[in-house]
């Protein structure tokens, strides 16, 4: 088995070196379960329980989407809740005949005792601020980052989080680094985001979304750089980890939560 895995390395590499194109890194035991235009899912089998799936999503194809629940009257910086499934329903009413929802995915850290509810380490969407974040300055130092696109200019980045960013980019979502400690060592459903180089142009136009009902962190992070992350950001795990593909929910939540990613295909 080793060696056949050898083989399809090195033609992939010399497909990739004879082509002058980046290919696409598959991990072994993953395997393609969905595509669309800039989008595609893919599975890791197993025999039990466990679910693991990962989202590529090329925003020179697709676009990214913040989902939100609705503000709250008297403090915009809160949002009422909404199950993914409630959110999904949402983003399909903003389909068009050229772009449609393909994936949400659940995103920011919360307070699971309030509704509204506050964002932990910031949001902004599509050039409107709702926060810079109520756990920024209080928890997880040195330690949060934001995960940042253009749908204009078809960027993402993740960074250190830095105010400016939420003053000049369009859409924005703090999280911790891959390395805080979120329980690390214990198996647990994890929501995790990458931004890669695909085409090899020197800019991240690529978003890798892994999303697992049982997995450390580690494991988490090796399957982003293992698709072609060059940076990594923790979303929100535990009972707020969920993702729905063209409409099947393939990890399910119970949990109501103020935000979401939406992946459109098709522009």
């Known amino acids: 088995m080793k060696a056949s ?36 899912v893919y599975e890791k089998s197993y025999t039990s329980k466990k679910l693991e799936f990962v989202t590529i999503v090329n925003t020179k194809k697709a676009r990214l989407e913040n989902l939100i629940g609705e503000l709250a009257a008297r403090d915009n910086s809160q949002i009422k809740k909404n199950f993914l499934t409630q959110l999904w329903q949402n983003a399909v009413h903003k389909n068009t005949p050229s772009s449609q929802v393909k994936v949400i995915i659940n995103g920011a850290f919360f307070s699971t005792r309030n509704d509204p509810t506050g964002i932990a380490f910031g949001l902004k969407v599509n050039g409107k601020l709702i926060t810079y974040g109520y756990g920024v300055g209080n928890e997880y130092f040195g330690q949060i980052r934001t995960f940042s696109w253009n749908n204009q200019s078809n960027i993402a980045t993740i960074q250190t989080y830095m105010v400016q960013t ?12 891959i390395t805080a400690n979120k329980s690390a060592n214990k198996y ?10 695909r085409d090899g142009d020197g800019v991240t136009e690529t978003v890798i979304f892994y999303s697992s009902n049982y997995a450390r962190q580690i494991d988490a992070s090796a399957t982003l750089r293992g698709f072609g992350a060059k940076a990594g950001m923790m979303l929100d795990g535990g009972g707020s980890t969920g993702i729905i593909v063209d409409g099947k929910p393939l990890i399910p939540t119970n949990r109501p939560i103020p935000q979401a990613l939406a992946v459109y295909a098709g522009e």
Request: aromatic share 12%.
């Open 5 to 40: 895995f050898s083989i399809i390395f090195i033609n992939l590499i010399a497909f990739t070196l004879i082509n002058g194109v980046k290919a696409t890194p598959i991990i072994p035991g993953f395997r393609p379960i969905y595509q669309a235009s800039g989008v595609k």
């Open 166 to 177: 939420f003053k000049t980019v369009e859409n924005v979502l703090g999280g911790l680094d």
């Open 188 to 197: 647990l459903p994890r929501t995790f985001v990458g931004v890669g180089d």
